[in-house]
T-cell receptor
Framework: DTGVSQDPRHKITKRGQNVTFRCDPISEHNRLYWYRQTLGQGPEFLTYFQNEAQLEKSRLLSDRFSAERPKGSFSTLEIQRTEQGDSAMYLC??????????????FGPGTRLTVL | GDSVTQMEGPVTLSEEAFLTINCTYTATGYPSLFWYVQYPGEGLQLLLKATKADDKGSNKGFEATYRKETTSFHLEKGSVQVSDSAVYFCALDDKIIFGKGTRLHILP
C-alpha cells in the first residue's frame, strides 16, 4: 500500500502524559499537513510542511504541541502534558505541491487519541 | 475569517432519490472549493473540486458548481445508492477549511 500511513491508529493516555504520533506520507509528496477532528466536527488545520520546513501553524496549535519533519519525509506530532480536551482524531495528509497551486491532499486513516 | 457552512445531518434518503447537500462559504479572494467524503471505517477522500467561478466538479455521479454570486457549492446526485452512505464535507482552499460534515444514510 503506497498511501499515507499513521501510527499508532489508537492511543489511550492519562492526563499529563506526553504522546507522539507518526505520519508517513506518499513518498514523492513534498507537502505534509496535520489536522485535528473532534466528534461531529470537520477536520481543523493544525500545521503544514513543505519538505522539512514548517511553513504555517494554526492558532489551535498551542505551545504543548510540536511537529517536526526532519528529513522532509515522515513527520511526528508530539503533545506534551496532554489534557482531556486533546482527545480527538489526528489526521495527516500529503500532497505534491508547487507554488500556490492547489494539489490534491491524500489523507491517512488518522490516530485516535483518548486522554483519560 | 474564512468559513464553510453546510447543512446539518443526518440526511436519510431512499435508494434512487435525488440528493442535495447545501454548502455556502465566506472567503476573501477566490478560493478553491472541494467536497470530501468519508466512508465508514475509511479515511477522507477527495470527491470533487472546482477552482474558479462557474466551474463544475464531478465524480461518481456527484456534481457541484462553484457559484460566486451566491457563495455556494451545493453537492448533488441524481440517483443515490446505498454505497453512497458516508459523511460528506464541504471545504475550501489549500490549508483546507472544512464544514462540520453531513452524514448521509441511504435506505435500500
Amino acid at each position: 500500500d503506497t498511501g499515507v500511513s499513521q501510527d499508532p491508529r489508537h492511543k489511550i493516555t492519562k492526563r499529563g502524559q506526553n504522546v507522539t504520533f507518526r505520519c508517513d506520507p506518499i513518498s514523492e509528496h513534498n507537502r505534509l499537513y496535520w489536522y485535528r477532528q473532534t466528534l461531529g466536527q470537520g477536520p481543523e488545520f493544525l500545521t503544514y510542511f513543505q519538505n522539512e520546513a514548517q511553513l504555517e501553524k494554526s492558532r489551535l496549535l498551542s505551545d504543548r504541541f510540536s511537529a517536526e519533519r526532519p528529513k522532509g519525509s515522515f513527520s511526528t506530532l508530539e503533545i506534551q502534558r496532554t489534557e482531556q480536551g486533546d482527545s480527538a482524531m489526528y489526521l495527516c495528509a500529503s500532497s505534491l505541491g508547487s507554488g500556490t497551486a492547489y494539489n490534491e491532499q491524500f489523507f491517512g486513516p488518522g490516530t485516535r487519541l483518548t486522554v483519560l | 475569517g474564512d468559513s464553510v457552512t453546510q447543512m446539518e445531518g443526518p440526511v436519510t434518503l431512499s435508494e434512487e432519490a435525488f440528493l442535495t447537500i447545501n454548502c455556502t462559504y465566506t472567503a476573501t479572494g477566490y478560493p478553491s472549493l472541494f467536497w470530501y467524503v468519508q466512508y465508514p471505517g475509511e479515511g477522507l477522500q477527495l470527491l470533487l473540486k472546482a477552482t474558479k467561478a462557474d466551474d463544475k466538479g464531478s465524480n461518481k455521479g456527484f456534481e457541484a458548481t462553484y457559484r460566486k454570486e451566491t457563495t455556494s457549492f451545493h453537492l448533488e446526485k441524481g440517483s443515490v445508492q446505498v454505497s453512497d452512505s458516508a459523511v460528506y464535507f464541504c471545504a475550501l482552499d489549500d490549508k483546507i477549511i472544512f464544514g462540520k460534515g453531513t452524514r448521509l444514510h441511504i435506505l435500500p
